[in-house]
């Protein structure tokens, strides 16, 4: 089973990755945490995407594109994989449909989840305050979380669009326990 969770920043979309990999055995991809691996290892691709990072910026299509389908070849992925944070656009989501049908694989599901962003924002603005300098992401600040959520209704809403025209999106309210949203999705994907 191949899935993409879909949703703001801050919409806890790794956590609900997190339980699909412990409860199904699938793969999590996400290419904030292998960019962030990339940074800290001081490779090439970590120089050239730490200070969009930081702005709250898309690094370029063709970084995230060609690190996903390197890691979609790993034998792991085999048992299936859940994209978090990956497509961000309308290019990368095309280059997604594009690269799996060549590696004869598909997109099982598009797991929106969704927010109150109002609320998110004051949240992660806390998190962000009572971390300080020792803030555990870089990028956790409110002014590039107001970039990131700008980024979010620019760029990566409209895949919200794009998935339901091939009728793969299903949605979860995302303010409720985490619990119960692991619920939600377990029942979503045991009815697929
Ligand atoms: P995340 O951990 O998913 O919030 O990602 C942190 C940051 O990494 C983002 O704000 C972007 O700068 C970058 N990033 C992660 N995934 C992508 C992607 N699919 N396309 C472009 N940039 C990304």
Redesign the pocket.
Not at 30 to 33: A, E, L, R, V
């Given at each position: 089973m191949n899935l993409i969770l879909l949703g703001a920043?801050g919409a806890g979309k790794?956590t609900q990755a997190e339980r699909l990999v412990a409860e199904r055995g699938l793969v999590q991809l996400?290419?904030?945490?292998m960019?962030?691996a990339a940074v800290a290892a001081g490779t090439e691709i970590g120089r050239r995407?730490e200070a969009?990072?930081n702005s709250?910026?898309?690094?370029?299509?063709e970084i995230?594109v060609g690190i996903i389908s390197d890691r979609i070849d790993q034998p792991d992925c085999e048992k299936g994989f859940i994209l978090?944070?990956?497509?961000?656009?309308t290019a990368?989501a095309e280059a997604l449909d594009k690269m799996l049908a060549e590696k004869g694989k598909q997109l099982d599901l598009v797991i929106e989840v969704r927010v109150d962003e109002k609320i998110l924002f004051d949240r992660i603005r806390t998190r962000a305050a009572e971390a300080g300098d020792g803030a555990v992401r870089a990028?956790d600040n409110e002014e590039t979380l107001r970039k990131?959520l700008d980024?979010y209704h620019e760029q990566t809403a409209p895949l919200l669009p794009y998935y339901q025209a091939q009728g793969k999106v299903r949605s979860v309210d995302g303010m409720q326990p985490i619990e119960t949203v692991g619920a939600e999705i377990k029942e979503i994907l045991d009815r697929l």
């Open positions: 920043p790794g996400s290419t904030g945490d960019l962030r995407a969009i990072m709250g910026e898309l690094v370029s299509d995230v978090d944070g990956f497509p961000r656009n990368q990028d990131r980024v």
